[in-house]
């Protein structure tokens, strides 16, 4: 069995798209009607710059979702296949899941563009700039993370955000608290903790003025039945109700993203292959959680027709 699976905030750089744009048609096509949803020149930014720019959330947030999408429709068109009938399952990481929804038609490309663009915007203005942070333990489970996270809070928000794989967790909160973690982490046997150049702190309670955005935005969109189930970050279970799909994304925006446990949840289902469609970050979490996993990461043309030649 297969899933196709969809990158996260980070994976952006100036230049994305750029080539595929260059030699597909189907590219340029997707990229063009992110820019039309969006009432902006979206691919511009992708493939000029300023870095600062594509690295603010509500631009990066869409810019993700557009490549993936546009590798995808490459695969899907100029190499004869489908998702349906390559794909068991579709998962993606915090807003890869609103890619993964849209790889399995379950929410229309302008759509997920402008779903995305209004979920950059409100998590960015959810908490003032320099009030949270973020910080990757390296060298500790989730439960050691949530631990150092406790112990740090002192009253303040800090929590686990991304349980993203055997050895890598992320906590996020206020700003203090977080920047507490940092020596604690060392102190209670992680191997480093490292801030992270986020501009807010994802996934974590002081999110919740952007999760009432995304119930009212969520709430005004049609939403289908996926082509293939969704393993859902909040829950790292499979999904194909609309309702209850809603439902999860509004959560996921305070809610961890459990990527360790779908990762394993999907494998223990009997996924063995993983094909991380638009990046090359997700490919290496899954090894560290389902080491016997076979993963592939397509972003070129090169990458388009070696994957072809397996799937």
């Not at 429709?73 to 068991?88: H, P, Q, W, Y």
């Not at 490919?283 to 027709?305: F, Y």
Request: include cysteine; glycine fraction near 8%; charged fraction near 20%.
């Amino acid at each position: 069995m297969r899933a196709f699976i969809f990158p996260g905030q980070g994976s952006q750089s100036v230049g994305m798209g750029q080539a595929l744009a260059a030699a597909s048609p189907t590219a340029r096509e997707v990229f063009q009607e992110v820019d039309h949803a969006l009432g902006q020149s979206l691919f511009k930014l992708m493939t000029e710059g300023p870095e600062s720019d594509l690295t603010l959330t509500e631009n990066a947030q869409p810019a993700i979702m557009a490549h993936a999408i546009a590798v995808l429709r490459v695969m899907e068109r100029e190499g004869g296949i489908t998702l349906a009938n390559k794909a068991d399952f579709v998962a993606g990481h915090s807003l890869g899941e609103y890619t993964a929804l849209c790889a399995a038609g379950a929410i229309d490309l302008s759509t997920t563009a402008r779903l995305l663009k209004t979920r950059g915007r409100a998590m960015q203005a959810a908490v003032p700039v320099g009030e949270g942070a973020m910080a990757a333990i390296l060298g500790a489970d989730r439960d050691k993370a949530q631990a150092i996270a406790d112990a740090a809070a002192d009253g303040e928000v800090c929590t686990v955000a991304n349980d993203n794989d055997p050895s890598q967790v992320v906590i996020s909160g206020s700003k203090a608290a977080v920047e507490r973690a940092l020596p604690l982490a060392k102190e209670m046997g992680a191997k480093r903790a490292i801030l992270l150049p986020v501009s807010a702190p994802f996934h974590c309670p002081l999110m919740q003025p952007a999760a009432d955005v995304m119930a009212e935005a969520l709430g005004a969109v049609a939403v289908q039945a996926p082509l293939v189930p969704l393993y859902a970050n909040v829950t790292a279970a499979p999904v194909a109700d609309p309702q209850t799909i809603k439902a999860l994304l509004v959560e996921q925006v305070t809610g961890m993203v459990r990527w360790r446990e779908s990762v394993i949840a999907m494998f223990e289902a009997g996924v063995t292959e993983f094909v991380e469609v638009g990046g090359k970050v997700l490919g290496p979490m899954v090894k560290r959680s389902a080491p016997d996993a076979t993963t592939a990461s397509v972003i070129s043309m090169d990458d388009i027709e070696a994957v072809l030649k397996t799937l």
